[in-house]
Every structure is written in C-alpha cells, then in structure tokens.
C-alpha cells in the first residue's frame, strides 16, 4: 500500500485531503506518514490524522488545538510549547515525544499507550487518560487538576511538583511511580493499587484513598489532613512525620506502618488495635493530642469528641 509522505513535498491540505480519502476507504491510498518533517508554528486547527503516522517530526508551537489523532502512532516528535486543547489521542501509541510546556487542556487521551515521553510544565487540566497505559513517562510542574486516570496503569512515571489537585485515580494501577512535593489535594485513589509509590512532601489534604493498596509506598512528611484512608493497606508505610490531623483510619492495615513522628490529632475511627500494630514514638502526635508512644489501654486512639 503507498502512502503520503510530507516529509518527500506532498503539500499539507493535499496530505489531509487524500488521509480523509483513506479514512473513508475510498482509496487504498494516501495515508498520511509525517517522517522526519519540520512544522513549526502549522496551523491545524482541527486536522483529521486519525491512525496517521508520525514519526521523528517537530511541531514546535504549533496549533492542534480540536485535531483528531486516535489510533495514531507518535514516535519521537517534538510538540513542546503547541496547542492541543481538546484534541483526541484516544487509543494512540505514543514513544520517546516530548510535549514539554504545551496546552492539552481537556485532550481525550484514553486507552492510549504512552512510553518514555516528556510532559514536563504542560497544561493537562481535564485531560482524560482512563484506560491508559503510562509507562516511564514525566510530568514535573505539569498542571493535572481534575484529570481522569481511572483505570489506568502508571508505571515508573513521575509527577513531582506537579499539580494533580481534584484528580481522579479511581481503580487505577500504579508502580514505583513518583508524587514528590506535589499538590494533590482533593484527588481520588479510591481502590488504587499504589505499589512502591514515593508521595514525600505531597500535599494530599482531603484526598480519598478508601480500599487503596498502597503497599511499599512512603508519604515521608506528606500532608494527608481530612484524608479518607479507610480500609486501606498501610502495612509497613512509611508515614513517618505526615500530617494526618482529622483523617479517617477506619479499618485501615496499619501493621508495621512508621507513623513516628506523623501527627493523628483529631484522626478518626482508630482502634487500639491499630494503633498498636503501628510504629510509634515520642514525636508522635496521637488522636486525644497526647503525644507517643501509643500504650494500650490508655485511650488516646480515641479523639476528644469520641
């Protein structure tokens, strides 16, 4: 089967016409391959690419913003700084791409398949990534408030200081995946599986984490305050120096959890048991406000109003 090739002269409306011809099946020609082109600055507005590809090309600021890309497969292209609000990546394979500092506010990125590619400070708000794969790819200073990862599996990624606030993670898998001094407030892990994930000096205050697994996670000094942690698999976390003040523990897993030095004030629905399968010490703020160690039988798991 032949193919357009922009990168050997075809002009781009010619490209998107005879893609639009193959899309409709009414050629067994013209589907477009972008390999090694330079275009900068393009304006495509709402161009179809659906199952395109694109290969080693540059789109520096260029303007995407509604353009169709499902199915699409993306390989080493450059779309730092370009304008992607609301385009569609539904399903599309994506590696070793960059799209550092670009708008994709809104972007449908679901049932994707996403490895080793940049979105360092891009604006992801909204953006919808349910179902997708994420393997080794960056998001640092990215802005992720109220985007969807429900279902989606996360692997060695790496969001520190980026904005995930209002996010939704809900059933999603995530592995040695990295949350550094982020702010996460208000986002929901509800039935996440977080294994070997690093949420040191995240801010996760209200965040909903009911039935997540969060087994050889660590939250060093991270800031759960009013957090919804129930029934959650806490066995030998790393919480040490977090600030749980008024989070809900019921049911949780503590065995071997490090909570010395984390304040509990106001934690709720904790049990002696808990609490004595957990590490506590002297800098340990329990939830009565007395400090640790925890004692059995002296009823500081209990807060003033119980």
């Avoid at 399903?91 to 708008?103: C, N, T």
Wanted: net charge neutral; charged share 25%; aromatic share 6%.
């Amino acid at each position: 089967m032949e193919t357009t090739n922009i990168a050997n002269g075809t002009f781009v409306l010619e490209m998107l016409r005879a893609h639009a011809r193959w899309l409709r099946a009414e050629s067994d020609q013209g589907r477009c391959i972008l390999a090694g082109a330079t275009l900068n600055g393009m304006n495509l507005t709402g161009a179809d690419l659906q199952s395109a590809i694109v290969r080693g090309t540059t789109l520096l600021d260029a303007e995407l913003s509604g353009a169709k890309l499902s199915r699409a497969i993306i390989d080493a292209v450059d779309f730092q700084r370009a304008l992607l609000g609301g385009a569609d990546f539904a399903e599309a394979r994506i590696s070793d791409s960059d799209f550092g500092s670009s708008w994709m506010a809104e972007a449908a990125v679901s049932d994707a398949e996403i490895r080793n590619t940049g979105f360092r400070k891009s604006n992801l708000r909204g953006a919808r990534f349910q179902g997708t794969l994420l393997e080794s790819c960056r998001f640092p200073g990215a802005t992720l408030s109220a985007a969807c990862f429900n279902h989606s599996r996360l692997n060695l990624c790496d969001f520190s200081e980026s904005d995930f606030s209002d996010a939704q993670f809900i059933r999603a898998q995530m592995e040695g995946s990295r949350f550094l001094s982020a702010n996460g407030m208000d986002a929901n892990f509800t039935s996440s599986r977080l294994k070997g994930c690093d949420f040191a000096r995240t801010d996760l205050a209200r965040a909903r984490f009911h039935r997540a697994d969060l087994t050889g996670s660590q939250l060093d000094r991270a800031r759960l305050r009013g957090a919804d942690l129930r029934e959650a698999q806490l066995g030998g976390v790393i919480l040490s120096r977090a600030d749980l003040t008024g989070a809900r523990l019921g049911g949780a897993m503590l065995l071997a959890a490090d909570l010395r030095g984390a304040d509990l004030k106001g934690a709720r629905e904790l049990t002696a048991q808990q609490l004595a399968q957990a590490r506590t010490d002297e800098y340990t703020v329990l939830p009565n406000g007395s400090h640790g160690p925890y004692r059995r039988n002296s009823g500081a798991e209990r807060t003033a109003r119980e």
